[in-house]
């Protein structure tokens, strides 16, 4: 039941991370696999202002989240938004975000090194807490609030406010906006923002848990796709479930087979659903194929 | 003053000429077709004159100003646009599919009236107002969709093809709405169409478009009584 | 000289793993990022043969080329389902679970410890300087492979499988079974990218599993496209010049230390900008 638990804590996480991918893939429909450094990134940063300037974890966590947007707009502008304007396939934006990826990772490993970084809220070590007879450290609680919390507040900005209905509007059908005269560019940039906000702040939250390394940025955006896959892409709700399930399984992966497996079962657990249920457990949009 | 007026519009994709020199407008209240072959360009001048393609020669003039259309300016110029086939938001609610239409409109408080009075119009969008549009079927979507298109209040719908895939019965359905927009809001509508039987009972005035170029225009009768249409048809023209 | 032939051997070694990567994304379509994997089946299967069991080479050779043959069969099955963005994820997860499979599977593969002192083919004793015959055997292979590619590839054989690649459901129409096709084509670049594993596994005589990562697959997919996808001369030409272009970094200097990132930060820029420039490569006539 502790596995369960551990399982869903860093599962939010996930989710948290699935969810901003799933945002911004709805509205510009190819994948960028740089979505996992960059947060990675913000999560060093984060680290950064902790350690030399003492500022407490959820500002710095903030901060990070900051610098990780304007990464991901540099990106976006300076290299994405060319390639589409320029017709490129979603595979060749595939790759040259995959070009990105190997670039922030290496430029991260010089700056930081190839070390892992902890991370934790506190420099004290602080006793866990009993939830029917369950452990949960303070670091975990933190986790699983925060994502709670960003969840919460994603969910009713999308639903209650105009502007998030127009972002539901443009990952639903983009070129219908168009007609109906929306600044489509303009929204798609907020989603870019919102999204990699996200994700630098999963990702900072996650690295309670698991630390900071460069490598971090490939398997994060790979969990965050696998999640976003599993709950079907377009999906917010999905994303969740994807993430937690994504977190229950590994864990459970861990226990049972050793910490080595642990990608292995979530790349079994991908390929199984792109075979069998390739639209995910809440079908909104099918996973857009090049060919 | 015509609402709409385009002259000598052409459009062109690469080296392709598909539509020339094109001269169209449409007067305020006024019922107007766009009909011809497949390939004629007729979805291609509808698309033009709203801004979503460019057009490479001609001018077009709304409300008399001269302007380079723009899907925004077209919105806010009081023009109404309901493209091909996949013309709603699946997984909205009806009344958000609705609200959509009417986003540029700041004040919320206008919108919520002008969405009482659509759904007035039509009481059986009104009755399912928060379901999702999802499962809706073809006829109901070509309805969502027209409806959405009023959410502005505009002085002109543009419709390119609206009984595509539907069954005669629907597209009944679907042109009788249309003819009554058109009689109680005073909205003027260019319809691109194929489907001739029925939409000729509801137009006023008509464009025949072979091979991007007008063979004939007038009102309905003088096309109806014309030989034009069946030689367009049957591709001895063009 | 010495230094030559090593970079000789090295362009050699890599221009064949590329010809079968090639094949299989340049000519047919499909753009997998685990040929890196396959190399280290290869690699790993072969020096277990030579080190554990001291069979000949040729021997060897043929191990090396099988069991990655095999694994290709097998990989095709759950692989040839998928279409476009989510071939390329799952290829990339291929990858992960190869290099986990290396890593964990201590009985088969000693591990992170890897091996060592893998023997090379007997032919290389003949000459004092081991190098040159090495790389003429080399250069032998990447020959025949080029003719047997060559071959296949003007065949009607071949017309299908370029059919196949520009639209599958047309082909499939015509009455071809697409997916047998596609499945010998990946398996054939299997062997073909296996076989050099095992050379490269016999040249540097010590391979552990971090050499077969992803980064290897990500390496061999930009060889490929950077030469020019559905260019068996492009395979070659984008080979030898990213096993160039890292020795020119060493001459400029760069300190030890940052040494490997640079190189990798130069791969992600060359990436980016063929992408961005000219997605066809060098020599190539596909487009993805």
Not at chain 1, 110 to 132: E, K, M, V
Not at chain 1, 257 to 281: C, H, I, Y
Not at chain 2, 23 to 29: E, I, L, P, S, T
Request: proline share 3%.
């Amino acid at each position: 039941m502790q596995i369960i638990l551990n399982g869903l804590i860093v599962g939010s996480a996930y989710a948290l991370m699935g969810i901003g991918f799933s945002l911004i893939y709805s509205t510009v429909r190819y994948f960028n696999l740089a979505y996992g450094m960059v947060a990675v990134i913000g999560a060093y940063v984060a680290y950064t202002l902790m350690n030399s300037w003492s500022l407490n974890y959820v500002i710095a966590m903030l901060a990070g989240a900051l610098v990780a947007v304007l990464i991901g707009m540099l990106s976006s502008s300076i290299l994405f938004k060319p390639m589409v304007r320029r017709g490129g396939s979603s595979l060749v934006i595939l790759v040259a975000s995959f070009g990105l990826l190997i670039i922030l990772q290496n430029i991260s490993a010089l700056i930081w090194q190839n070390t892992t970084r902890a991370l934790s809220i506190s420099d004290r070590i602080l006793p866990g807490y009993n939830l029917f007879g369950l452990i949960i450290t303070p670091n975990q609680l933190m986790i699983g609030a925060v994502a709670l919390l960003m969840m919460l507040i994603l969910e009713l900005f999308l639903k209650k406010t105009r502007y998030g209905m127009a972002i539901r509007a443009i990952g639903d059908n983009q070129e219908l906006t168009k007609v109906l005269g929306l600044k489509t560019e303009q929204i798609i940039l907020a989603v870019y923002v919102i999204g990699t906000f996200i994700s630098a702040i999963s990702a900072t939250l996650i690295a309670l848990e698991i630390g900071i390394r460069p490598t971090h940025g490939v398997t994060l955006v790979i969990k965050a796709i696998i999640a976003a896959i599993i709950g079907g892409l377009g999906s917010i709700r999905g994303a969740l479930l994807g993430g937690l399930l994504l977190g229950v399984a590994e864990n459970l992966g861990i226990y049972f087979l050793g910490g080595q497996w642990q990608d292995t079962v979530a790349f079994t657990l991908l390929a199984v659903f792109l075979l069998v249920r390739p639209e995910g457990l809440f079908a909104k949009k099918r996973l857009v194929s090049v060919n | 003053m015509n609402l709409l007026e385009a002259q000598q519009l052409s459009v062109s994709y690469g080296q392709n000429k598909v539509v020339h020199e094109v001269n169209f407008h449409v007067k305020d209240g006024e019922i107007v077709i766009l009909m011809g072959p497949n390939g004629a360009g007729k979805s291609t001048v509808l698309r033009a004159l709203f801004g979503l393609v460019p057009h490479t020669h001609g001018e077009v003039e709304l409300n008399g100003k001269r302007l380079h259309p723009r899907p925004h300016k077209m919105v806010e110029g009081g023009v109404s646009f309901v493209p091909q086939g996949n013309t709603i938001f699946s997984n909205m609610s009806i009344e958000e599919n609705l609200l959509m239409g009417a986003f540029h409109e700041e004040e919320q408080l206008k919108v919520e009236e002008r969405l009482e009075e659509v759904f007035q119009f039509f009481p059986m969008l009104a009755r399912k107002r928060q379901q999702s549009a999802f499962a809706m079927s073809g006829g109901e979507r070509q309805i969502l969709a027209l409806a959405r298109a009023l959410m502005t209040s505009p002085r002109l719908l543009m419709l390119d093809e609206p009984s595509i895939g539907l069954a005669p019965k629907i597209v009944q359905e679907v042109f009788d709405k249309i003819k009554e927009i058109n009689q109680v809001f005073g909205t003027a509508v260019v319809v691109v169409e194929h489907n001739l039987k029925t939409l000729l009972q509801i137009a006023h005035r008509g464009y025949i478009l072979v091979a991007g170029k007008i063979m004939l225009e007038g009102p309905v009768e003088k096309l109806r009584d014309s030989d034009v249409l069946e030689k367009a048809f049957f591709g001895e023209l063009g | 000289m010495d230094y030559l032939l090593h970079i000789a051997i090295l362009s050699s070694i890599y221009s064949l793993a590329v010809l079968g990567q090639n094949y299989a994304s340049g000519y047919t379509g499909l753009i997998s990022i685990n040929h890196g994997a396959f190399m280290g089946i290869g690699a790993y299967a072969g020096a277990i043969l030579l080190k554990w069991y001291g069979v000949p080479f040729p021997v060897a050779f043929l191990a090396a080329g099988a069991a990655t043959g095999l694994a290709a069969w097998l990989l095709s099955f759950p692989l040839l389902k998928l279409k476009g963005d989510s071939f390329v994820l799952v290829s990339f997860g291929f990858s992960f679970i190869a290099f986990n499979l290396f890593l964990n599977w201590r009985g088969l593969t000693n591990g992170a410890l890897g091996l060592k002192a893998i023997p090379g083919p007997e032919l290389v004793n003949l000459l004092d300087n081991t190098k040159i015959i090495f790389l003429a055997i080399l250069l032998a292979l990447i020959l025949i492979t080029l003719w047997g590619l060559h071959k296949i590839l003007q065949s009607s054989y071949g017309v299908v499988i370029r059919a196949t690649r520009e639209n599958q459901k047309v082909t499939q129409i015509a009455g071809h079974c697409t997916d047998s096709y596609r499945r010998s084509v990946f398996v054939l670049s299997g062997v073909i990218t296996g076989i050099a594993g095992l050379f490269l596994a016999s040249y540097i005589s010590t391979i552990d599993p971090t050499l077969f990562n992803y980064h290897l697959s990500v390496l061999l997919l930009i060889m490929a496209i950077l030469g020019g996808l559905a260019s068996l001369k492009g395979s070659i030409a984008g080979a030898t010049l990213l096993i160039v272009l890292p020795e020119l970094l060493r001459f400029l200097g760069l300190p030890n230390s940052i040494l490997a990132e640079s190189q990798q930060i130069s791969y992600g820029l060359i990436l980016i900008l063929l992408m961005y420039y000219r997605p066809v490569g060098l020599f190539g006539t596909y487009k993805i």
